[in-house]
C-alpha cells in the first residue's frame, strides 16, 4: 500500500520558486508531525522543514531558513512545500515523512535548479 507520494519537482533557474506536494494515507498523517526531506548525490538524507500535527509550529535547517515554507491540510492529508529564492545547492530528490521517517519512504520528486 502506497503511503507518501510526493509530486511538484522539476528544472527551475536560480532564484525562482516551486511548491512540492505530498499525499499521505490518512493513518500516517493524522497521529504525526511531518517533515520533508532531501538527498542530494553522493549525500545523506536530510531534514530541511517539519511541522507539527496541528501545523501550528514549523522548524527549519538554517541552510533553508526564511526561503522555504512548509505547511499542511490536514482534511486533505496533504503536506506542501513552498520553495522560494532557489540555490543550486538545492538541487536534489525531494521526500516527505514523518519526523523521524518512520513511514515507507515514497519515490520523492525531483528538483534541479541550474541556468
Known amino acids: 500500500q502506497v503511503q507518501l507520494v510526493e509530486s511538484g519537482g522539476g528544472l527551475v533557474q536560480p532564484g525562482g520558486s516551486l511548491r512540492l506536494s505530498c499525499a499521505a494515507s490518512a493513518t500516517i498523517f493524522s497521529i504525526n508531525a511531518m517533515g520533508w526531506y532531501r538527498q542530494a548525490p553522493g549525500k545523506q538524507r536530510e531534514l530541511v522543514a517539519e511541522i507539527s500535527i496541528s501545523g501550528g509550529r514549523t522548524n527549519y535547517a538554517d541552510s533553508v531558513k526564511g526561503r522555504f515554507t512548509i505547511s499542511r491540510d490536514n482534511a486533505k492529508n496533504t503536506v506542501y512545500l513552498r520553495m522560494n529564492n532557489l540555490k543550486v545547492e538545492d538541487t536534489a530528490v525531494y521526500y516527505c515523512?514523518?519526523?523521524?521517517?518512520?513511514?515507507?519512504w515514497g519515490q520523492g520528486t525531483q528538483v534541479t535548479v541550474s541556468s
Open positions: 515523512n514523518t519526523v523521524g521517517g518512520f513511514a515507507q
